[in-house]
């Protein structure tokens, strides 16, 4: 009879082994988190889904897939959890119970490929409305603003970043990808930058509105209400919008950044945006030319560049804002800076009127090859995003999408963006 029980116990014991994703081998806690923090610091990067092996030297299961912004946040939290053998959970976004690593659905399968299908469950059911349900809104300080967490938009711009590290000069590191196209590869984007709280919070600067820095909530707490979470702080909601960032940055900041500091990274993050516009509009374009007709909602929404573009708008004037302020800079800086910005001291509005065509000269700064043979720089693309003749519609060419000439308007159009000056 024991001989039976054991056998028993045994076959239940390798069942078990069998049907879970992995196998847990450790528990999460205060020092498995601190670990995590360290991991996400040194070892996240826009690389994950490129690269060959994980940071432990093992295969990477996970090459070659395509993320979106969610998708991103919960694969900085799984790759972890799947190379330490911790929990892994997530609350199912299409029912009442728990997504986990216990789950037995892909049985017979490798280790590896039942990690890889169930990220790619994960990437199909999650999202940025699913993302609240597994985190928590945290207080604007070191001790929970820090590597491994996610910045979340309101569902009006659906977004999501995930945080690399918080720089001692208080400006986040975000890791993060956007819509995923036809054509996009696998690695993701990175920004050492601000976005602009009015578009983080817009509509909604409530605990309602799920937006801000988010900590992934504990495994007990999946399901529980949100406020029952240890760390949950509603700071974050009570700041006016046209002091967040100042008021964050003062927070979490442990030295003062320098003027030319601030431009040189103010200067990348605007270089930044402009080229990652680049391999977007060039996906909406080979897309609306193999479709042959005009875009669909979905299509539309998934090849259009309104955020985008909005979100260069953003990184450009936090320049000028930086700029118009700043004292200490070095002569190159200067010159480049002008070129931008020629009229810094009056409004953007009466600049950019006053402002003609940009050519690349020896001031130039961020020269793009946005086209096949053509090239402008960073001043001449923001003088055409200014003036409203950038096009967010991939139905349009590609001349009209960099603003050389007007849309046809032949397409429906959905949620197009200008600038507001």
């Given at each position: 009879?024991?001989?039976?029980?054991?056998?028993?116990?045994?076959?239940?014991?390798?069942?078990?082994?069998?049907?879970?994703?992995?196998?847990?081998?450790?528990?999460?806690?205060?020092?498995?988190?601190?670990?995590?923090?360290?991991?996400?610091?040194?070892?996240?990067?826009?690389?994950?889904?490129?690269?060959?092996?994980?940071?432990?030297?093992?295969?990477?299961?996970?090459?070659?897939?395509?993320?979106?912004?969610?998708?991103?946040?919960?694969?900085?939290?799984?790759?972890?959890?799947?190379?330490?053998?911790?929990?892994?959970?997530?609350?199912?976004?299409?029912?009442?119970?728990?997504?986990?690593?216990?789950?037995?659905?892909?049985?017979?399968?490798?280790?590896?490929?039942?990690?890889?299908?169930?990220?790619?469950?994960?990437?199909?059911?999650?999202?940025?409305?699913?993302?609240?349900?597994?985190?928590?809104?945290?207080?604007?300080?070191?001790?929970?603003?820090?590597?491994?967490?996610?910045?979340?938009?309101?569902?009006?711009?659906?977004?999501?970043?995930?945080?690399?590290?918080?720089?001692?000069?208080?400006?986040?590191?975000?890791?993060?990808?956007?819509?995923?196209?036809?054509?996009?590869?696998?690695?993701?984007?990175?920004?050492?930058s601000w976005p602009n709280p009015g578009w983080v919070f817009e509509g909604d600067q409530t605990p309602s509105g799920h937006a801000g820095f988010r900590a992934f909530r504990?495994?007990?707490?999946?399901?529980?209400?949100?406020?029952?979470?240890?760390?949950?702080?509603?700071?974050?909601?009570?700041?006016?919008?046209?002091?967040?960032?100042?008021?964050?940055?003062?927070?979490?900041?442990?030295?003062?950044?320098?003027?030319?500091?601030?431009?040189?990274?103010?200067?990348?993050?605007?270089?930044?945006?402009?080229?990652?516009?680049?391999?977007?509009?060039?996906?909406?374009?080979?897309?609306?030319?193999?479709?042959?007709?005009?875009?669909?909602?979905?299509?539309?929404?998934?090849?259009?560049?309104?955020?985008?573009?909005?979100?260069?708008?953003?990184?450009?004037?936090?320049?000028?804002?930086?700029?118009?302020?700043?004292?200490?800079?070095?002569?190159?800086?200067?010159?480049?800076?002008?070129?931008?910005?020629?009229?810094?001291?009056?409004?953007?509005?009466?600049?950019?009127?006053?402002?003609?065509?940009?050519?690349?000269?020896?001031?130039?700064?961020?020269?793009?090859?946005?086209?096949?043979?053509?090239?402008?720089?960073?001043?001449?693309?923001?003088?055409?995003?200014?003036?409203?003749?950038?096009?967010?519609?991939?139905?349009?060419?590609?001349?009209?999408?960099?603003?050389?000439?007007?849309?046809?308007?032949?397409?429906?159009?959905?949620?197009?963006?200008?600038?507001?000056?």
């Open positions: 009879m024991r001989i039976h029980v054991l056998a028993t116990l045994l076959l239940l014991a390798s069942t078990s082994a069998q049907a879970a994703v992995w196998n847990n081998r450790n528990n999460w806690n205060s020092s498995w988190e601190e670990r995590y923090v360290s991991w996400v610091r040194s070892s996240w990067t826009v690389n994950a889904l490129t690269q060959s092996t994980l940071s432990n030297g093992e295969a990477n299961p996970f090459k070659g897939m395509r993320a979106d912004c969610a998708d991103t946040v919960y694969t900085m939290r799984f790759v972890f959890a799947y190379m330490n053998k911790l929990p892994f959970a997530i609350k199912d976004p299409t029912g009442s119970g728990v997504l986990s690593n216990a789950m037995s659905r892909w049985d017979g399968q490798s280790e590896p490929a039942k990690a890889r299908a169930f990220l790619n469950l994960i990437y199909n059911v999650g999202s940025t409305r699913s993302l609240p349900n597994d985190s928590f809104p945290v207080a604007l300080s070191r001790s929970y603003v820090k590597p491994g967490i996610m910045l979340l938009a309101t569902q009006k711009n659906h977004h999501s970043w995930t945080l690399q590290n918080m720089l001692s000069i208080g400006v986040p590191h975000l890791v993060f990808n956007s819509t995923i196209g036809a054509t996009s590869g696998s690695k993701l984007q990175e920004r050492t504990p495994l007990a707490y999946l399901g529980r209400p949100v406020w029952d979470v240890p760390g949950y702080s509603e700071e974050q909601y009570r700041i006016p919008l046209s002091q967040w960032t100042s008021r964050a940055t003062g927070k979490l900041a442990t030295q003062k950044e320098g003027d030319q500091a601030k431009m040189d990274r103010l200067m990348k993050a605007a270089c930044d945006a402009f080229k990652q516009r680049v391999s977007s509009v060039n996906e909406g374009v080979q897309a609306r030319a193999s479709i042959g007709r005009c875009m669909t909602y979905a299509e539309y929404d998934t090849y259009s560049t309104p955020s985008r573009d909005e979100r260069l708008f953003d990184d450009l004037m936090a320049l000028r804002s930086g700029f118009k302020s700043a004292s200490k800079m070095d002569q190159k800086t200067l010159r480049r800076l002008r070129k931008i910005f020629p009229a810094v001291q009056s409004g953007a509005r009466a600049e950019n009127q006053a402002m003609r065509a940009q050519g690349v000269t020896a001031d130039s700064f961020c020269v793009v090859e946005y086209r096949r043979g053509v090239s402008m720089d960073l001043s001449e693309m923001k003088r055409r995003l200014f003036a409203g003749a950038v096009s967010n519609n991939p139905n349009d060419d590609i001349q009209a999408r960099w603003g050389e000439r007007r849309g046809s308007n032949s397409c429906q159009s959905w949620g197009e963006w200008a600038p507001n000056l």
